[in-house]
């Protein structure tokens, strides 16, 4: 819990009470400030390949280069950007509400962006960003509640002998928290859908099932494994933080490490440490769906996880592939009719451009003949 | 080092340095600028201060650019003195605050503890130059080594012309391409120009 915190307050997204308590923690004892002092660095040193700054300007004050035309820096603050599409979002809510309203003598019709959760009876309920949700049982009981743009289960110890499973479905474009009842906190990517139990059951592995990508923040338990199991793969771990992605459409299955250890195996077999891969931090293996082979290589930590500050990282990686991230992180629907470009590696990062501006960076280097309209984009 | 392996430490990129060479530092420049406020960032209370600081570090390296024969370590420099200057901020803003605002005392006291831990700098040295390196290894191969070769180490395009056997018209087009590829690949190389 305590690890958010820490996040939030580096981010500077902390609130001020929050804040407090961070740096309470901080300096309470030296073991806390080495650990803090870690992560510091480590979020300092991902952070290193954001580009936001506008170089330019600075470069031409510093030599003073007289063929230098000054220009004005056209970068909108962030913070406009942020209320801007907050007000967007409001705006769009606002919509799905009057709809909502006015139809409410009809059959409810879920918005093809709506975050979902499919409750263990077949109900389906839509859960709105910033909403209050509360899930309850068949009994009434409340199992857990939307805290903003996080879903929280309650560890009510009761000792049911019958797993109860919930799904959660994230449409492109959105991205949500959960938080599960043994504590392990996950964050859901775009296009992505977790079915989980309600309650874990004691002496009983906690297993989920993913659909697209997530992050992982696993309670330590070390009598119970937390065992992801995902498209012909089971991740096995006891306590640890790992990103997670086995969108269908992929052709692997990636799954990086950022602490602790996690195994890796077939999910037709029983696991084994024989058959099992182990994978250590800094580390992501590569599952190939088609050869059904594992690759284990060093990994590039920020590429993998950067989507949780709602990033796209691309280092060298073929146009279509990301075609597909694009679609999720963006809402859209990209037509490629120009083979060649597929096989292009491109390399970049965006964060907070429209989908527009990130047409207009790609077509800098690859003149690409692309029409926009409204959410589909043709590429000739 | 393994040759064909980048090395910012290239001695021929140092000494075009120490020359005045306008095209390294500015290379320099592009490499480190960004990353190194990012580290400034995470050493002040008051971050707005990291992109002056940084300035101030480029500013410095510029004035005593004849200097810079005797370092070895490029990758260390830049970022010792970063954090130097980082340090003097620090100081001269507890100074100014003391006595006024609480909160930023606490915060004050843990970025002091931060600026200092041994193993926090260690890490964020090495990862700074783990960077830069595959931000430039990451290019195609022609291209870095076109790149290489024209910026890291000065050669000009007729040079690389005799040295590669390919005719000085290849090497322009080359470099145009590495140039078109890297605006895009390194957004921090957005206007080399050639």
Redesign the interface.
């Known amino acids: 819990m305590l690890d958010q915190k820490v996040y939030k307050y580096l981010r500077g997204t902390a609130t001020s009470k929050e804040e407090k308590e961070v740096q309470d923690w901080i300096v309470s004892s030296d073991q806390n400030s080495k650990r803090f002092f870690e992560i510091k660095a480590e979020y300092v040193a991902a952070t290193m390949d954001d580009t936001h700054v506008d170089i330019d300007p600075s470069y031409h004050g510093i030599v003073n280069d007289n063929n230098s035309t000054s220009r004005n820096s056209r970068r909108i603050p962030i913070t406009i950007l942020k209320s801007a599409a907050i007000l967007a979002i409001l705006v769009g809510l606002g919509f799905i509400f009057r709809d909502t309203i006015l139809d409410s003598h009809t059959v409810p019709i879920i918005p093809g962006d709506a975050i979902i959760l499919q409750l263990e009876n077949g109900n389906i309920e839509v859960i709105s960003e910033g909403g209050a949700a509360k899930v309850l049982d068949s009994e009434g009981n409340v199992l857990g509640a939307q805290q903003g743009s996080q879903l929280v289960y309650k560890n009510n110890g009761t000792s049911k002998e019958e797993l109860i499973y919930n799904t959660l479905t994230v449409p492109y474009g959105k991205r949500f928290d959960l938080l599960l009842s043994d504590g392990t906190q996950v964050t859901l990517n775009s296009g992505t859908s977790l079915k989980y139990p309600v309650q874990f059951l004691k002496r009983k592995n906690r297993q989920v099932f993913l659909d697209g990508e997530a992050f992982f923040s696993v309670a330590k338990d070390s009598v119970n494994p937390f065992i992801v199991n995902t498209n012909q793969l089971n991740v096995r771990v006891l306590g640890t933080k790992f990103n997670l992605s086995s969108y269908p459409e992929d052709q692997v299955v990636n799954t990086t490490l950022l602490e602790g250890s996690v195994s890796i195996y077939n999910e037709q077999d029983t696991y084994d440490s024989s058959n099992a891969s182990l994978l250590e931090p800094g580390f992501k293996a590569e599952w190939n769906k088609y050869n059904r082979q594992i690759l284990v290589e060093e990994a590039d930590i920020a590429m993998h996880t950067d989507w949780l500050n709602g990033k796209i990282i691309l280092r060298h990686v073929p146009f279509k592939n990301i075609v597909k991230k694009l679609e999720r992180h963006y809402n859209v629907k990209i037509v490629n009719n120009n083979p060649k470009l597929d096989e292009e590696l491109f390399t970049a990062s965006f964060d907070i451009e429209t989908i527009d501006q990130v047409f207009k960076t790609f077509n800098h280097t690859y003149e690409m003949d692309y029409i926009i309209n409204d959410r589909k984009i043709i590429i000739n | 080092m393994k040759k064909g392996r980048t090395n910012i430490n290239n001695e021929l990129f140092l000494s075009l340095l120490e020359k005045g060479e306008?095209c390294a530092?500015?290379t320099l420049?592009?490499l480190y600028?960004?990353?190194l406020?990012?580290?400034a960032?995470?050493y002040l209370v008051y971050q707005q201060e990291a992109?002056s600081i940084v300035?101030n570090v480029?500013?410095k390296i510029?004035e005593n650019k004849e200097s810079l024969g005797e370092v070895s370590n490029i990758n260390n420099y830049l970022y010792t003195m970063t954090k130097n200057l980082c340090l003097d901020q620090l100081k001269h803003e507890k100074v100014k605050r003391k006595y006024i605002d609480n909160?930023y005392r606490?915060?004050s006291?843990?970025q002091y503890?931060?600026i200092h831990?041994e193993?926090?700098?260690l890490?964020?040295e090495n990862?700074?130059e783990g960077?830069i390196i595959r931000s430039i290894e990451?290019l195609?191969e022609k291209c870095k080594n076109i790149f290489k070769k024209s910026r890291l180490e000065g050669l000009k395009h007729s040079e690389i012309a005799s040295q590669m056997g390919i005719s000085h018209k290849t090497v322009d087009n080359h470099i145009a391409a590495a140039l078109?590829?890297m605006?895009?690949?390194?957004?921090?190389f957005?206007?080399i120009s050639q």
């Open positions: 306008k530092f500015e420049f592009r600028y960004t990353k406020v990012q580290i960032k995470g992109e300035q480029f500013l510029w909160s606490l915060k006291e843990i503890k931060f831990d193993a926090a700098s890490l964020l990862e700074l960077k990451l195609p078109r590829h605006r895009f690949h390194l957004r921090e957005i206007s």
